[in-house]
């Protein structure tokens, strides 16, 4: 195990009528906000209501920052920014998904800044400050809400960044399981994949002596498969609904099963590069290319890939060689996500070589990506047309 420091500064309010709780958690902190949200469900599911009636009745001014699209727009965190500044914003609610909450931390950012705040995806500039924010979680997904990352994606230069930093985690999250009831499958599955892939991109490592942050990851894993189907079935459940919402956030806040890990995040580099010129959901893009990641990389550790199999799958090792086990494994990861509906292939999302090389370079634009096993741009390359 490596050695760590952990810290992290949310307050998570978590279960149902949570949300009534807004106005107590906002009224220290803010007399002007700028509410983030996407394309309206919040107004047919009525929470936008629910918002604003707290908001109003502690007399705190709200201004609107809506329409934030799936993968967050620079040019709409750019709005936003203008909003706050024009208006004097001193807090920033985000309402919504893992998309509308790395929205409102990149406009956190931005408004303090300088320069433009393109600039932090591009390693240009280091965040020293940011507005503080809070968020409603409508979407088990991302863990947006209790870390401080955020991608933004360029669409005039078809580039997905990300950043990360101490100054944009939420000073406050309410997480109510039932807000996700009214979810679309689509974006339920997407929001599967999604934390699965947080959880792989920490657990397949090189560093040894973490037997506590693999169990921790394990027990996510089997938690998200095994609730997963019944939401899916049973969209109104509400322990599988408050179970996946409480995997996503565990998944990935900045250290509950990173902590003296070293991480890969190889896969995610690759996707953000498929979905800045496709604007496929991020889900898609994870689902099918993290089995290829697998079937690529897995001879570096194969001792890992085998617990995955065991542990997770629950593959029978008996009279079985180590990459039969392990490739067992990987197909049983395929077939969930084809059991759920996610396409396997990108052709399933009609994508072609056309961009493959232009996407491979890209990826490795800081230089190579991955710890457990280094990638280079003919390594991105050939995942991608595993993936075809």
Known sequence: MKPFSFHNPTLIDFGEGTVNNLARHIKPLATKVLLVYGGGSIKKTGLYDQVLQQLTEIGIETIELAGVEPNPRVTTVRKGIALCRERGVDFILAVGGGSVLDAAKAVAAGVPYQGDVWDFLIHKAKIKSALPLGTILTLSATGSEMNGNSVITNWELKLKKAFGSIHTYPKFSILDPTLTYTLPRDQTCNGIVDMMSHVFEQYFSLTTDTPLQERLCESILQTVIENGEIALAHPTNYEARANLMLCGTYALNGGMISVGVQCDWATHGIEHEVSAIYDIPHGVGLAILFPNWMRYVYRQRADRFVQYATRVWH???????????????????????????????LKDVNIDETHIDQMAKEAVVFGKIGSFKSLDEQDVRAILRMSL
């Open 315 to 345: 593959v029978d090792p008996s009279g079985k060689s180590a990459d039969e086990i392990v490739l067992e494994g990987i197909a049983a990861t395929r077939e969930y996500f084809n059991r759920i509906g996610m396409p396997a292939t």
